[in-house]
C-alpha cells in the first residue's frame, strides 16, 4: 500500500498479446471467488471510448460536459474527459476507487508496484521486461522459460498465480 492511497495494489504486464487480459480476468475470478474485493485498472495506449455514438451520454460529452455519470439500478460510470489536462497518474485513479482488498492493474509497465509478466510464444516479442524492472516478482508464460531470476509459472497456473498475489500483496485472513 502506498501513503496516497488505502489500496493494494498489484500489476500483470506485458507486451501486446501475451496474454495480460486473460490472465487479468481469471485472477479476478478466483480473488473474488477467494472472497477478497477486487477492483482493476487498465491501461490503453490509443483513444478509446467506452460510449456508443448515438447514446445520450455520448451526446452530453460531445456536446462539451466535462464530466458525465451513467446511472441505472445496476451500475453507475463516470466518464471524464482530459481536455486540456495531462493523463492522471495511477495513484490518482486508484483513489478515487471505493474501498477494497486488492486493485488489479493491467498494463503500466513503468509503475512501481509488483508485477507478473506474461509472454506467449504468439505475443509481440519485445525484451525481457525481467531485465530492468525489479518489481516483477514473477513470469507467466504458455512456454518453458530458462536463466530468469524470478519464478515462472504456467500461464494456465490460475491458483499458483492467486496464491502468488495473494504472498506478495500480503492478503491474509
Not at 72 to 82: I, P, V
Request: glycine share 8%.
Amino acid at each position: 500500500m502506498t501513503a496516497r492511497t488505502q489500496h493494494r495494489i498489484f500489476g500483470i504486464t506485458g507486451w501486446k498479446n501475451s496474454g495480460k487480459t486473460t490472465l487479468t480476468v481469471k485472477l479476478v475470478a478466483e480473488l473474488t471467488r477467494r472472497g477478497w474485493r477486487v477492483s482493476t485498472v487498465k491501461h490503453a495506449h490509443h483513444d478509446f471510448d467506452i460510449d456508443k455514438e448515438g447514446t445520450d451520454s455520448y451526446r452530453h460529452r460531445k456536446a462539451g460536459a466535462g464530466e458525465v455519470a451513467i446511472v441505472s439500478d445496476q451500475r453507475w460510470a463516470l466518464m471524464h474527459e482530459l481536455s486540456d489536462e495531462n493523463e492522471p497518474s495511477l495513484l490518482d485513479i486508484v483513489g478515487r476507487f471505493a474501498p477494497c482488498d486488492l486493485v488489479l492493474v493491467e498494463g503500466y509497465k513503468r509503475e512501481q508496484h509488483k508485477k507478473i509478466e506474461t509472454r506467449r510464444l504468439e505475443g509481440r516479442s519485445g525484451d525481457r521486461l525481467t531485465l530492468n524492472d525489479p518489481t516483477i516478482v514473477a513470469i507467466a508464460s504458455d512456454h518453458a522459460i530458462a536463466g530468469e531470476h524470478v519464478p515462472v509459472y504456467d500461464l494456465d497456473d490460475i491458483s499458483g498465480l492467486a496464491d502468488l498475489v495473494e504472498r506478495e500483496s500480503e492478503l491474509s485472513r
